[in-house]
């Protein structure tokens, strides 16, 4: 990069390249009548002329979610309602016991009730089919959760021990004497007649030892 001569950067300062500015977008306000009201009470108090479309800003509200309260347990187990039905000439008032039924028949006694009794109990009280659809989902993932947490135990608590089978003793096999062959007993003499060494001569006492006298010969003949 050439760097510049000093002509040049006296006529880049006397005549500057033009600088591109950017606007930044416009945003809605807080209280945005309340914010061009104020402001033009200030415009016209200095007497500068005020242009509302210059600061004005449209925008579509918000919409509010609505937020809808799930479905709860109205009606607890364990009481009778009055189902009241009406007509212009008279009123019939029904007791309904089905949750009173359900709670003394099965929870009372720590029990699960089926969920088709139990769907028809709600259903009798007015709950909607939402409602019940979730409750037959609940007790379809109980269900599962119960299998797997008895599958757990029976495999991790209540193992079994394999019990070792006992194994029955062999029996013994009793020892078959063999009868001696009379041919053994020689060829037992014989190994140990080999045994004996053949320059022992051992004399017994019994026997008379003989003992030559000692001839003496001379070259002297005897006259």
């Given at each position: ?198 320059f022992d001569m051992d004399i017994d006492e ?18």
């Open positions: 990069m050439r760097r510049p001569t000093l002509e040049e950067l006296v006529e880049s300062v006397k005549k500057p390249a033009l600088t591109s500015w950017s606007r930044p977008p416009k945003l809605p306000v807080h209280r945005q009548e309340d914010y061009l009201r104020l402001l033009r009470k200030n415009y016209e108090d200095y007497g500068v002329e005020f242009d509302e479309s210059k600061f004005r800003v449209d925008c579509d509200p918000l919409e509010i979610q609505k937020f809808e309260e799930p479905e709860a347990m109205s009606h607890p187990f364990g009481q009778l309602y009055l189902n009241l039905t009406y007509t212009k000439t008279k009123v019939k008032v029904k007791i309904n016991c089905a949750l009173y039924d359900i709670h003394e028949k099965y929870y009372a006694v720590g029990k699960t009730p089926p969920v088709k009794a139990l769907v028809q109990a709600l259903k009798t009280v007015g709950y909607s089919d939402d409602f019940l659809k979730k409750v037959i989902k609940g007790c379809d993932e109980n269900k599962r959760f119960g299998k797997k947490i008895w599958k757990y135990l029976e495999t991790k608590l209540f193992k079994e021990e394999k019990k070792k089978k006992a194994k029955k003793p062999k029996p013994k096999k009793e020892p078959v004497e063999d009868e001696e062959d009379p041919g053994d007993e020689d060829d037992a003499d014989s190994v140990a007649d080999d045994d004996e060494d053949p019994d026997d008379e030892f003989v003992q030559d006298e000692d001839v003496v010969f001379s070259d002297i003949d005897e006259d």
